[in-house]
Nanobody, 126 residues
Framework: QVQLVESGGGLVQAGGSLRLSCTAS????????MGWFRQAPGKERAFVAQ????????YYADSVKGRFTISRDNAKNTLYLQMNSLKPEDTAVYYC???????????????????WGQGTQVTVSS
């Protein structure tokens, strides 16, 4: 059973930056495609970014392209999301998720992921 623990959320002013981390336990992290999703109050969970098992095959939602960067360190079993130029509409609970596969195509549907973290709150004030 893989467990994911997110950290790094918080309150930031518009235009600021935050770096989220997601640490995985278990041996499957390096064989897993990983993603970040977010859920704002009253809205469905939405895709943010995805990275393949080797660190390639990266995809972003249009709303975060050019501002967010997803990366991973398989030696540390850790996934990252660097968020710059934050906007109030980025306010949400951010979740990391994983799917044990080496097939790299885009998986923007939350139902395609096998395991999830508990989420970390990101609040951007105007």
């Amino acid at each position: 059973q893989v467990q994911l623990v997110e950290s790094g959320g918080g309150l930031v002013q518009a235009g600021g930056s935050l770096r989220l981390s997601c640490t995985a336990s278990g041996r499957t992290f390096s064989n897993s495609l990983m993603g970040w999703f977010r859920q704002a109050p009253g809205k469905e969970r939405a895709f943010v970014a995805q990275i393949g098992w080797s660190g390639g095959n990266i995809y972003y939602a249009d709303s975060v392209k050019g501002r967010f960067t997803i990366s991973r360190d398989n030696a540390k079993n850790t996934l990252y999301l660097q968020m710059n130029s934050l906007k109030p509409e980025d306010t949400a609970v951010y979740y990391c998720a994983g799917k044990e596969t080496r097939w790299p195509w885009l998986r923007a549907d939350a139902n395609e992921y096998d395991y999830w973290g508990q989420g970390t709150q990101v609040t951007v004030s105007s």
